[in-house]
């Protein structure tokens, strides 16, 4: 039997491990997963007959090499930074290898090696990046091939909260990582093209500067910029586009809510507070007010965000119960990016019957024939239940699938790369919308990256 290791079994990992047992039998596979936690793996596995739990540290390096050793192919869902050993195995005993995350500077040091031996080392085959790559580079290379000119591109994506599980006034929950989504926009501008000139936000204006976007049966969304959307420019072919923007997308009304935060600095992860695991909520709010004899933390916070009483926003807030004086932090020396994140996990966290939701939306403007057109590009994939989610889905079968094409001698240009090319991309989203991950295209008037540019 061919074997394939698949590294790690947390929650990205659902509906790879189960494509791949759905295949074995058809495509002779055996599939070992490796996990720290081996409850863990033998879940994922369920005592599947052409599947093994092992336990596997990553940092154990001979249990490591040996389970490399053993595999035809490997997949590891490890967090980013400890995909780089299992590479180095994989150049060691001659394996092709799968990875979610974004390459890495260690990991593309690699890639002449990996074309040395012929190997396949494919990255960024998850949701963003991976479907993003995929379904952007199929329709700008339909372009391209009948003579098209692209000027413009946007994309954006968002993991959201199913219609049905939305419960709150956000119209939020955390359906991935938390940290990342209080941390989100830190760490420099967003920097991006807008008809041809390069555009800057800074952090503090970041959540001020958005976009809408409908998508045809799930209403309106709002979008705020990525950090670098110009990251995959020259990846892309896009050298002389005129309008390059990437961003991530809430629901309407989220991003001026979450702006408060930042103003208040709530949001920051650089410095820690002092006492902070005897703080209640309340004291934590008012460690960022100013002092006042008489006037209450409400009454400071609404006065000091210029928010009225009516205002939806400000029910936002009592929503999630940042004024209690009962809640604790119970967080010893924690930043406030971290205790805010407490707080926002006792409203929005999944519960049980939850779902969660997928969206993306490219935009392509493009010059033929001495005409302007657009093609506007939108997907939305819907969870079934915790295990089954649209993010483990729309993660998780890009992989396996671009896993077993490898395997199959389908995608076989070596070395460390992305799923950029038609070898990649093609067979991935056609057998993807066996599973319903579909994109719907419709072309509209082109008005450039301003609407009123008519």
């Known amino acids: 039997m061919r074997k394939i290791l698949v590294i790690g079994s947390g929650k990205s990992t659902s509906y790879l491990?189960?494509?791949?047992?759905?295949?074995?039998?058809?495509?002779?596979?055996?599939?070992?997963?490796?996990?720290?936690?081996?409850?863990?793996?033998?879940?994922?596995?369920?005592?599947?007959?052409?599947?093994?739990a092992i336990t596997l540290d990553v940092f154990d390096k001979t249990s490591r090499e040996n389970a490399v050793k053993n595999a035809d192919i490997v997949?590891?869902?490890?967090?980013?930074?400890?995909?780089?050993?299992?590479?180095?195995?994989?150049?060691?005993?001659?394996?092709?290898?799968?990875?979610?995350?974004?390459?890495?500077?260690?990991?593309?040091?690699?890639?002449?090696?990996?074309?040395?031996?012929?190997?396949?080392?494919?990255?960024?085959?998850?949701?963003?990046?991976?479907?993003?790559?995929?379904?952007?580079?199929?329709?700008?290379?339909?372009?391209?091939?009948?003579?098209?000119?692209?000027?413009?591109?946007?994309?954006?994506?968002?993991?959201l909260i199913a219609p049905e599980s939305d419960t709150n006034l956000w119209n939020y929950k955390f359906t991935w990582n938390p940290r990342n989504v209080v941390t989100a926009g830190q760490g420099g501008a967003a920097k991006f093209l807008q008809e041809n000139t390069y555009k800057y936000i800074p952090y503090n204006r970041l959540f001020r500067r958005t976009e809408f976007l409908d998508v045809e049966g799930f209403g309106r969304f709002e979008a705020y910029a990525n950090r670098d959307s110009l990251k995959y420019q020259s990846v892309y072919g896009l050298?002389?586009?005129?309008?390059?923007?990437?961003?991530?997308?809430?629901?309407?009304?989220?991003?001026?809510?979450?702006?408060?935060?930042?103003?208040?600095?709530?949001?920051?992860?650089?410095?820690?507070?002092?006492?902070?695991e005897n703080m209640s909520y309340r004291d934590f709010v008012n460690a960022f007010l100013p002092y006042s004899p008489t006037d209450s933390v409400e009454l400071k916070f609404r006065h000091a965000l210029k928010i009225d009483q009516d205002d939806i926003i400000w029910d936002k807030f009592v929503e999630l119960d940042i004024f209690s004086k009962t809640k604790m932090v119970e967080l010893k020396k924690a930043t406030p990016a971290q205790i805010l994140q407490k707080i926002l996990m006792d409203s929005w966290?999944?519960?049980?019957?939850?779902?969660?939701?997928?969206?993306?939306?490219?935009?392509?403007?493009?010059?033929?024939?001495?005409?302007?057109?657009?093609?506007?590009?939108?997907?939305?994939?819907?969870?079934?239940?915790?295990?089954?989610?649209?993010?483990?889905?729309?993660?998780?079968?890009?992989?396996?699938?671009?896993?077993l094409a490898i395997l199959n001698g389908k995608i076989k240009t070596p070395g460390v790369q992305i799923p950029i090319t038609k070898e990649v991309y093609t067979p991935i989203l056609k057998e993807l919308e066996d599973y319903g991950i579909v994109f719907k295209e419709k072309e509209v008037p082109y008005l450039g990256y301003n609407p009123l540019n008519v």
């Open 239 to 276: 050298d002389n586009i005129r309008t390059l923007y990437r961003g991530t997308m809430r629901r309407v009304g989220f991003s001026r809510a979450w702006q408060v935060f930042v103003a208040l600095g709530m949001t920051d992860d650089s410095y820690t507070i002092d006492d902070s």
């Open 349 to 403: 966290t999944l519960d049980p019957e939850d779902k969660d939701m997928i969206v993306m939306y490219h935009k392509f403007g493009y010059e033929l024939d001495g005409k302007k057109h657009q093609i506007d590009a939108t997907m939305v994939t819907l969870g079934e239940d915790q295990t089954y989610t649209a993010m483990a889905k729309t993660v998780g079968l890009p992989v396996a699938i671009a896993t």
């Open 75 to 159: 997949v590891s869902m490890l967090p980013a930074r400890f995909h780089i050993e299992v590479a180095k195995d994989c150049i060691t005993y001659n394996k092709n290898m799968v990875t979610a995350s974004y390459v890495s500077q260690d990991m593309q040091d690699l890639d002449e090696q990996a074309k040395s031996k012929g190997l396949v080392f494919m990255n960024e085959i998850g949701v963003d990046p991976g479907i993003d790559h995929m379904s952007a580079m199929q329709v700008i290379d339909q372009i391209r091939d009948k003579g098209g000119k692209i000027i413009l591109f946007e994309s954006f994506t968002g993991g």
């Open 17 to 52: 491990i189960k494509y791949l047992l759905d295949k074995s039998a058809s495509e002779n596979l055996h599939i070992t997963v490796g996990d720290l936690n081996v409850e863990s793996a033998e879940k994922m596995v369920s005592y599947h007959a052409n599947a093994s």
